[in-house]
């Protein structure tokens, strides 16, 4: 019966805040590689007795963040451009493909990196493919594919990793979400990675929001969670909400939330450029100041 099982008392697990404190990873920005996106993460500082804003440069430091929205809304092309900044900087980075084969991933990284300025030859030997899409002992066995990684990790040396995406890994079986997210999680903390989870979202239903395939169990459970979307003018409604014309499309992102620093709440602009990358733009409430003036 369950009230005879043996109960364990796990002392390792109890600590003061101070004791903790001391094994806690600086806080510090890792650049996205995405212009206007960094400085919307920040932290605070005391000076003078009140709390000062201060930039953080980057993605919070062995953050694991979801990138979520609707299809064709950039979120591969962020997290190629987070891999393509972090080889570029001299960085090893695990970019685990579920999408496609490595081959055309690593096509769709050359091109990410010449429309960036730089030299693909340059970051040939920084970026270490993970091919789920053409193994599906990788895409369908957790466990496996965290062995291959944790080999991955400790060969190359790497602290960075990008799985596009996620939901490949618990297609068909949306009731383990939940469980599949948690262990990819966990293992990111444990071997101190800052990571980046691409998830599909499950239709265009309230665009916005951090809910993607799975449910929110991926908001839920991540460090930081950004959506992306896109939406087309169709109203005098919308012209005066985005000041744009009719039958364009505006395509926004937004952080949801990030419990490792502070982080703009505002929706934003954003746009793809002709090469293929994304830039995040001026929010709505700004856009909506400077039309009062």
Known sequence: MAQDRERK????????????????P????????????????FYSKIEDGRPRKIP????????????TGVPDTGKSLMAEQFAVKQASLGKRVAFITVESPSAFASSALKIRAM?????????????????????AVLREDIPSLLDTLAYAIKTYKIKYTVIDSITGL??????????????????????????????????????????????????????????LSKTMIKSRYDEALYNRPIGELVRLFRIDGCRLCG?????????????GLVKIGPSLKELKTASKK
Request: a negative charge; one cysteine or more; aromatic letters at 8%.
């Open 56 to 67: 953080l440069g980057g993605y919070p430091a062995y953050a694991v963040v979801n990138l």
């Open 26 to 41: 600086e806080l510090k920005g890792v650049p996205s590689g995405v212009e206007g996106l960094d400085e919307l993460f």
């Open 9 to 24: 008392v796990i002392k390792d697990g109890v600590e003061l805040l101070g004791e903790a404190a001391e094994r806690a």
């Open 115 to 135: 429309a960036m300025g730089i030299d693909p030859a340059e970051i040939e030997d920084k970026i270490v493919l993970i091919d789920a899409a053409s193994y």
């Open 263 to 275: 982080h703009d709440t505002d929706t934003h602009f954003m746009e793809i450029t002709e090469t």
């Open 170 to 227: 618990y297609e068909a079986k949306e009731m383990l979400a939940r469980s599949i997210v948690r262990q990819l999680f966990n293992f990111m903390k444990k071997w101190y990675q800052t990571a980046i989870f691409v998830s599909q979202k499950r239709s265009g239903h309230e665009e916005l929001s951090a809910e993607a395939a799975g449910g929110y169990a991926i908001a839920h459970i991540v460090d930081c969670t950004l959506v």
